[in-house]
């Protein structure tokens, strides 16, 4: 395949795109099969099938370990590149065939790959500072191994730009979610919880997006504490619902410097990684909380970490009706409810309800990038990321 061969797939007027995603979250790898139609503001998506193949504990174990400087090494980081592209690989294939979409008629894959660092302001205590992200999942790996174009690597053209490389969704969110009448925030609660606001009526223009901290990453790391590795998560919130919540401790949780942050603002395992979360299961256990209390008190924290968030730096200039929620976070009862009853004026509700496979979304956003990619619009939002102007986020990979 040649350069020629992409042009003949940009010229198509409808593509087949797969979208793989690997969040912070580490659950596993997330693979949307998407019929494309058009591109930018025509842009008509189709969802064919959506699959998520999990991480095995020791994968999963593997990947924190690679998430934090004291426990990484480059031999680790060198493996796991490749060995995740081969994982991404089986993913595309196996959702193609959930479609049962011949894999001679797939266009694209699109890859996030697996953000391990991620760093777009330079720490001025380094040799050499400088912004950076580094996400693995070897694209070029991937594209020998399914013999497919893959477009990847959407964060760095960004950070090129002065950007912080993130949120990347907000352009997908636009083309899913907007809406005439209402105002809608999109909150996806994967590892890490973002936010887009998609004013009433609105422009890309108007969009603002930022993370809002935690999602998943600190109750999961709580659950996994507590259970001594029995449990991942707290399924459907169950073990957060009998437990009581640590208001003082949850106070104190709440002043982090980053939630004073104003946006553009991006965070990830560097700042709320397994070595803070249990800096504060060592502080509730001291006060004899129960390990539902502990749970309990992490899922509150995610709640009225976005709630607050929202209050500071959204509610007051936007009139919001809805908040559409996406990501494992949306299958915990507890935390929703949660945070319903932190925003009481807004519905707090999921992608279901507005039509929308919420698992699936992140990686149809993806996709999404990748067909921008391949027609040659700019697929970044610089007033949301902060860089200096839009350019074509991603790199080509020829099979």
């Known amino acids: 395949m040649s350069q020629s061969d992409v042009q003949k797939i940009a010229g198509k007027a409808e593509k087949l795109i797969i979208g793989l995603m690997s969040g912070t979250s580490l659950d596993g790898v997330d693979a949307a099969l998407v019929r494309m139609h058009g591109s930018a503001m025509d842009t008509k998506v189709e969802l064919l099938a959506y699959e998520c193949l999990p991480y095995t504990a020791d994968e999963r174990e593997m990947l924190k370990r ?12 060198c493996t796991m590149n490749f060995y995740l592209a081969h994982r991404f690989a089986a993913s595309a294939q196996s959702v193609a065939e959930r479609a049962g979409i011949p894999w001679h008629e797939i266009d694209i894959i699109s890859s996030h790959g697996q953000t391990i660092w991620h760093a777009p302001e330079a720490d001025s205590s380094l040799p050499f500072a400088v912004p950076s992200s580094l996400q693995i999942g070897d694209i070029s ?24 490389g993130a949120p990347l969704t907000p352009y997908a969110d636009y083309l899913l979610c907007r809406h005439p009448f209402k105002g809608r925030i999109t909150q ?3 590892g890490i919880g ?27 790391q709580s659950v996994v504490d507590v259970t001594q590795g029995k449990c991942y998560y707290d399924q459907d919130g169950d073990m957060a619902a009998s437990g009581q919540v640590h208001e003082p401790i949850l106070t104190d949780m709440l002043a982090h410097r980053y939630f004073r942050k104003e946006p553009m603002k991006t965070t990830g395992r560097e700042l709320f990684g397994k070595q803070y979360a249990n800096e504060w299961i060592g502080c509730m256990k001291c006060e004899s909380c129960s390990p539902a209390d502990i749970v309990a008190t992490f899922t509150a924290f995610t709640a009225r970490s976005i709630a607050q968030s929202y209050r500071e730096f959204i509610l007051p200039k936007y009139a919001i009706a809805e908040v559409i929620v996406s990501g494992g976070g949306a299958r915990n009862r507890t935390l929703m409810a949660m945070l319903q009853d932190q925003l009481p004026e807004q519905k ?19 996709a999404i990038l990748a067909n921008e990619w391949i027609n040659g619009n700019p697929n970044s939002l610089p007033h949301v990321t902060g860089a200096v102007r839009a350019t074509v986020m991603g790199k080509l990979a020829l099979p």
């Open 66 to 77: 690679l998430c934090s400087p004291d426990t990484s090494n480059v031999q680790h980081i």
């Open 141 to 164: 790996v991937l594209a020998k191994l399914t013999g497919k174009i893959v477009i990847g690597d959407y964060r760095t053209a960004d950070i090129a730009l002065q950007g912080q």
């Open 188 to 190: 996806n609660i994967g």
């Open 194 to 220: 973002n936010c887009t606001v998609l004013p009433a009526g609105g422009l890309t223009a108007d969009i603002i997006a930022f993370d809002t901290g935690p999602g998943n990453m600190l109750i999961d």
């Open 348 to 366: 707090v509700m999921i992608h279901e309800e507005i039509g929308l496979d919420g698992d699936a979304k992140e990686a149809v956003a993806f």
